[in-house]
């Protein structure tokens, strides 16, 4: 088996950043997400679809003091689930 050298490995993190660069600059970082938040992160234009994934039990969300926070594990669980 061949082995890979220290240089080869930074070569290959480089190249992986340069291409990355940006693509998660924006991303949010918490479980937690506000409504629009939540809304680009899934990709999402609607409030009114976002409600409806919660109301039938797609995805995990609750108003807390008047607003809206959805967990966004429920989303990625959903998204890469069958029931799409």
């Known amino acids: ?9 930074e070569l290959i993190a480089e190249i992986m950043a340069e291409k990355l660069k940006g693509h998660f600059q924006d991303a949010p970082v918490g479980r937690w997400l506000t ?13 009114k679809t976002l409600k409806m ?3 039938k039990g797609y995805i995990y969300g ?3 003091s008047g607003s809206w926070i959805i967990d ?6 959903w998204y890469s689930s069958d029931k799409l």
């Open 35 to 47: 409504m629009n938040e939540a809304l680009e992160y899934a990709k999402v234009k609607s409030v």
């Open 72 to 77: 966004r594990q429920s989303i990625d669980d």
């Open 53 to 55: 994934w919660i109301n």
């Open 62 to 64: 609750h108003k807390r």
């Open 1 to 9: 088996m061949e082995t890979i050298e220290k240089k080869q490995i």
